[in-house]
């Protein structure tokens, strides 16, 4: 009897630290990248922690006519792409999050694809995946990106990226992989990316639960989360990791005799605050984003071209964010266009044998 008690007690107490840990759980996380509804679209990836599903297509997800395709390479696009390049054309591999993937804009209406709109000449590759921390954008390009024959590699990055390098509480549900600085060198660790038991739906959810437990548990997931921002998360220096990444990124271009350009998106919050004063209650930001500077020091340091975007939208600012921003913050369709116009002009100066053949002013009202 002792010991039926003491084993009912015992339950009873994991029970009760279950459901505090859960509801802890919901009120730090809030959100999460690989939702259930979602479960088609992206999977888990053991080097990346998340990528596409190879195949995967959905219409009319933004709105009619704007529809999401995933081609056999796991990228997005209408049309697979081969390892080699078409004959004649200059391949452009875009790398990013959400706004290089193109979250609420159709699949040709992101920047990436809009380049190749502006010059034919152009064959783009749109290798953004949503959520993604610089860190995972890189090792996803070096996997399945560096093996296409391609010219130039554009890492496009908005200030958030950097700070995702640094896995917050969302990342026990959604884990991924991490570089530590050991020595003066990178290190790769939590690779392959545990499972925590959430997201294999090929297994079915409950099965997945038992398979990682006790890693499923939320009171499991929170211990973890205090004792990494404890030992690893409050020291970490995503720049400084960056500055190296990109070192060996510039290295491994220079080899296969390829250039790269690291790019600042410039989000809605680095153009536009609250501000008392305006009847609108919005007032444009003068100063220049500190993540841009940084990234910018670091594009110096691996020795790459850079662009920052916030330029342009300092000049397109009339009072207003509209109609270049969605309300969630990514860019609608008209600031796509900008920004591959602006790229476009840019990269023509900046990456010898990029294409420099059509002026942008007389592209027609469909493009820009």
Not at 177 to 202: K, S
Not at 261 to 283: H, K, P, Y
Request: glycine share 10%; with cysteine.
């Amino acid at each position: 009897m002792k010991l039926g008690a003491l084993v009912f007690v015992g339950a009873l107490t994991i029970i009760g630290v279950e459901l505090v840990a859960y509801g802890l759980f919901i009120r730090r996380r809030g959100w999460s990248f690989l939702d259930v509804d979602e479960s088609n679209r992206v999977r888990v990836d053991p080097l990346v922690g998340w990528t596409y599903t190879p195949g995967f297509v959905r219409e009319d997800v933004y709105g009619p006519g704007r529809h999401i395709h995933i081609n056999t390479n796991g990228f997005r696009g209408l049309v697979d792409v081969a390892p080699e390049k078409s004959a004649g054309r200059y391949r452009v591999v875009c790398v990013g999050d959400s706004f290089t993937f193109g979250s609420g804009v159709g699949d040709e209406e992101g920047w990436c694809p809009q380049l190749a709109k502006i010059d034919p000449r152009i064959e783009a590759v749109n290798m953004g995946v949503g959520a993604a921390g610089v860190d995972q954008s890189v090792l996803w390009y070096r996997r399945d990106g560096a093996p296409l024959e391609h010219d130039l590699v554009i890492f496009a990055f908005i200030g958030p990226d950097f700070r995702r390098m640094i896995p917050d509480a969302r990342s026990v549900i959604n884990p991924k992989p991490r570089f530590m600085i050991v020595d003066g060198r990178l290190e790769l660790t939590n690779v392959p990316v545990p499972d925590y038991g959430q997201y294999h739906r090929h297994h079915g959810l409950i099965w997945s639960k038992l398979v990682a437990f006790p890693r499923s548990l939320r009171s499991y997931q929170l211990a973890h989360d205090a004792i990494d921002t404890a030992l690893v998360r409050r020291h970490y220096d995503p720049f400084a990791v960056a500055d190296l990444l990109f070192t060996q990124v510039a290295e491994e271009l220079d080899a296969k005799s390829r250039r790269g350009v690291l790019v600042f998106l410039a989000g809605s919050g680095d153009i536009e605050a609250r501000c008392a004063t305006s009847s609108t209650g919005f007032c444009e930001v003068d100063t220049r984003a500190a993540d841009a500077v940084r990234f910018e020091a670091t594009a110096e340091r691996a020795g790459m071209p850079f662009v920052d975007t916030s330029p342009l939208f300092h000049e397109l600012y009339d009072g207003g964010l509209g109609p270049y921003y969605l309300e969630d913050g990514h860019y609608d369709v008209p600031g796509h266009r900008e920004v591959a116009r602006y790229l476009y002009e840019e990269l023509g100066q900046r990456i010898d044998g990029f294409p420099r053949a059509v002026d942008t002013a007389t592209i027609a009202p469909d493009v820009r």
